[in-house]
């Protein structure tokens, strides 16, 4: 039944104190496009440059520089500043991690590339973004140890891991053949005792490209107020899920909360396109808008336990299985504008009908290759999409 849905709730930039200019200019448009009324301003960016070179950096692709990159970030004063990394290849150990602090820009010139020393650990961040605020990461390469890896169990290997962290930008960046995922946003769970958990909030991705990575491109579990815009999540895929993108929180008592995911290309990931899983905790104010979805091996977009959604004017083309699969638990979201076509590219015609009823158990069924809704969606508007077989 098609009933009125809630207004977009207005997408909060937040303290941008490190932003810059051109970053402001790229987000401004595409939140006029899906209906923000959040106000954008130009903030200014000040603080003390460290080069990392001046702390014993080779940037040689031989020489161990963790503890000179982590040494730049400790030497900026309180208030905050950039670091440069200039073009070269800087070996970090991930078990340890760059940690990164409050009131920074980490500022990587062209040609500039972290390249993540093999370890056998199930959990290691090249760069880690933990508990603080107003963070800026831009430009450069970090390629993960995927291809080095020492160990066989695990899926936590992240080239960069943002975890209770709130006001953080990162635009410009790559991120490849990590054990793990490109990039995780999500919780931390022991910040003091009785403080109980803190999520990542007020975090912006434009231009990131992640490829290749071993479990997913981009996994947001606990969060809020996410934006990724204008990024590739292509060829990820080894371990499950294998998303190009999974927005799934990973605790029942803290969900992801108004998440926009615009003008990404998605494709060729061993699982599905875009998966927006609440199952855990929910999902809600979620938005995809203009994405290209195409050749992925699962689901083009998978939507289960989300609300308030809406999912607008994306391409959806020859994956494996159905572009769309609504399941239980979605309500008061509106599917409309987009174009569906080839899908089920790895299913005899029919045979997604009883593979549905296998997964869900649901009592309802219907749909083709190209959009399939399982079990019960209460007032999911589904109109004005093109279907091409």
Same mark, same amino acid.
């Given at each position: 039944?098609?009933?009125?849905?809630?207004?977009?709730?207005?997408?909060?930039?937040?303290?941008?104190?490190?932003?810059?200019?051109?970053?402001?200019?790229?987000?401004?448009?595409?939140?006029s496009?899906?209906?923000?009324?959040?106000?954008?301003?130009?903030?200014?960016f000040?603080?003390?440059?460290?080069?990392?070179?001046?702390?014993?950096?080779?940037?040689?692709?031989?020489?161990?520089?963790?503890?000179?990159?982590?040494?730049?970030?400790d030497?900026?004063?309180?208030?905050?500043?950039?670091?440069?990394?200039?073009?070269g290849?800087?070996?970090?150990?991930?078990?340890?991690?760059?940690?990164?602090?409050?009131?920074?820009?980490?500022?990587?010139?062209?040609?500039?590339?972290?390249?993540?020393?093999?370890?056998?650990?199930?959990?290691?961040?090249?760069?880690?973004?933990?508990?603080?605020?107003?963070?800026?990461?831009?430009?450069?390469?970090?390629?993960?140890?995927?291809?080095?890896?020492? %160990? $066989?169990?695990?899926?936590? !290997?992240? #080239?960069?891991?943002?975890?209770g *962290?709130? /006001? @953080?930008?990162?635009?410009?960046? +790559?991120?490849?053949?990590?054990?793990?995922?490109?990039?995780?946003? %999500? $919780?931390i769970?022991?910040? !003091?005792? #009785?403080?109980?958990?803190?999520? *990542?909030? /007020? @975090?912006?991705?434009?231009?990131? +490209?992640?490829?290749?990575?071993?479990?997913?491109?981009?996994?947001?579990?606990?969060?809020?107020?996410?934006?990724?815009?204008?990024?590739?999540?292509?060829?990820?895929?080894?371990t499950?899920?294998?998303?190009?993108?999974?927005?799934?929180?990973?605790?029942?008592?803290?969900?992801?909360?108004?998440?926009?995911?615009s003008?990404?290309?998605?494709?060729?990931?061993?699982?599905?396109?875009?998966?927006?899983?609440?199952?855990?905790?929910?999902?809600?104010?979620?938005?995809?808008?203009?994405?290209?979805?195409?050749?992925?091996?699962?689901?083009?977009?998978?939507?289960?336990?989300?609300?308030?959604?809406?999912?607008?004017?994306?391409t959806?083309?020859?994956?494996?299985?159905?572009?769309?699969?609504v399941?239980?638990?979605?309500?008061?979201?509106?599917?409309?504008?987009n174009?569906?076509?080839?899908?089920?590219?790895?299913?005899?015609?029919?045979?997604?009908?009883?593979?549905?009823?296998?997964?869900?158990?649901?009592?309802?069924?219907?749909?083709?290759?190209?959009?399939?809704?399982l079990?019960?969606?209460?007032?999911?508007?589904?109109?004005?999409?093109?279907?091409?077989?």
């Open positions: 039944m098609n009933v009125p849905v809630r207004p977009d709730p207005a997408l909060s930039l937040g303290r941008r104190h490190f932003l810059r200019r051109a970053l402001w200019l790229a987000i401004g448009p595409v939140l496009r899906v209906g923000s009324t959040a106000a954008m301003t130009d903030p200014a000040f603080g003390s440059t460290v080069d990392v070179r001046a702390h014993g950096a080779f940037g040689d692709g031989s020489h161990d520089d963790t503890a000179a990159l982590q040494a730049s970030v030497a900026l004063p309180a208030a905050g500043g950039t670091i440069i990394v200039p073009a290849r800087y070996r970090i150990d991930a078990a340890r991690s760059v940690r990164l602090r409050s009131h920074m820009h980490w500022r990587m010139e062209v040609g500039a590339e972290l390249i993540a020393m093999p370890n056998r650990l199930d959990r290691s961040y090249v760069l880690l973004v933990r508990d603080v605020q107003d963070v800026e990461i831009s430009g450069g390469r970090i390629v993960g140890e995927r291809n080095g890896h020492l %160990g $066989t169990t695990g899926e936590w !290997g992240h #080239g960069v891991a943002i975890l *962290a709130r /006001d @953080v930008h990162v635009h410009d960046l +790559r991120i490849d053949d990590c054990w793990g995922d490109g990039m995780a946003i %999500g $919780t769970f022991d910040r !003091g005792a #009785g403080s109980g958990k803190v999520v *990542a909030e /007020d @975090v912006t991705l434009i231009r990131v +490209r992640c490829g290749g990575n071993r479990r997913q491109g981009l996994s947001i579990t606990s969060a809020r107020r996410v934006s990724v815009i204008d990024s590739q999540f292509i060829g990820n895929g080894g499950a899920p294998g998303c190009g993108i999974d927005v799934e929180p990973g605790t029942v008592r803290m969900g992801a909360q108004d998440v926009l995911i003008g990404c290309t998605v494709s060729a990931n061993r699982g599905s396109g875009i998966q927006v899983y609440g199952l855990l905790g929910g999902v809600s104010g979620f938005r995809l808008v203009d994405n290209t979805v195409a050749g992925n091996h699962g689901f083009g977009l998978l939507l289960v336990d989300a609300r308030d959604g809406q999912v607008h004017r994306n959806v083309d020859e994956n494996g299985l159905a572009g769309l699969l399941r239980e638990g979605v309500r008061d979201s509106r599917i409309e504008h174009t569906f076509s080839g899908n089920g590219t790895r299913l005899f015609r029919g045979s997604l009908q009883r593979i549905a009823r296998a997964l869900s158990g649901a009592s309802a069924v219907h749909g083709d290759r190209n959009v399939q809704v079990g019960e969606a209460r007032s999911v508007v589904l109109q004005n999409n093109t279907m091409i077989d």
